[in-house]
């Protein structure tokens, strides 16, 4: 058994427990007004992959690449905290072979030039991603054409891939879906979505797709940002 395998079954399940789980090929969608902890999450939603042993690309849109490096180290160290077992175990150098970093700027951000740079890192054995994360994306932006082309390449690629996306305050809610305005005309392109909706001085984890039947009642702890059952 490999260190990885040894390690895994300590901190499985407990980045993610709202059932973070897509089919291969098809995405999902973490939806929140900006400041709320969408990144965060996407990372937790990481980290899960991570100790299982899967390789992920994280895609930046807004923060560089040492930005997000402290975002893993953060929300690890609290995953960490968390289990004692884990502290002894120190698995956090095992898992980073498994992770890659790219940015992009927003501006001009579309599936091709993404392919492009997915396809030199294969080609060249330098990486083989097999869970994508999108993190800065803002619906305002984010054309249909621009998700529908993010699709087809996760479909060709055989990955799962969890797309951060930005809504506003003022956006209002689709009255035939009940779903975020703008999110509904893209809807039909995502298997899984949820929402982080700041209510009552927290932050509740709302399933708007597909995890209507995993998710329980979640907040993100106010303290560390790790999703975490209601007190």
Not at 16 to 32: D, F, K, Q, T
Not at 51 to 69: E, F, I, M, Y
Request: aromatic share 6%; hydrophobic share 45%.
């Amino acid at each position: 058994m490999s260190q990885q395998e040894s390690q895994t079954p300590v901190l499985n399940h407990i980045a993610a427990p709202y059932g973070a789980v897509l089919s291969e090929g098809r995405i999902g969608a973490v939806l929140a007004r900006a400041g709320v902890g969408k990144t965060a999450v996407l990372v937790q939603i990481a980290i899960e992959n991570l100790l299982a042993g899967r390789n992920v690309l994280h895609v930046s849109l807004d923060q560089p690449v040492r930005k997000v490096c402290l975002w893993y180290e953060e929300v690890f160290g609290h995953i960490a905290a968390r289990h004692e077992q884990a502290k002894s175990l120190d698995p956090w150098e095992a898992i980073l072979p498994y992770r890659f970093i790219m940015t992009f700027a927003l501006e001009g951000f579309n599936a091709y030039r993404l392919e492009e740079r997915v396809a030199d890192l294969s080609e060249q054995g330098i990486f083989h991603p097999q869970v994508l994360l999108v993190d800065g994306l803002d619906l305002k932006s984010a054309s249909r054409e621009v998700l529908s082309g993010l699709e087809l390449m996760v479909k060709e690629y055989h990955l799962r891939a969890w797309f951060a996306i930005r809504i506003h305050r003022e956006d209002g809610t689709d009255e035939k879906t009940g779903l975020p305005e703008g999110f509904a005309q893209v809807a039909d392109l995502f298997e899984s979505a949820i929402l982080l909706a700041p209510q009552s001085g927290c932050v509740c984890v709302k399933p708007l797709l597909g995890a209507e039947g995993s998710i329980g009642n979640l907040v993100l702890d106010p303290a560390t940002l790790l999703v975490s059952e209601k007190q």
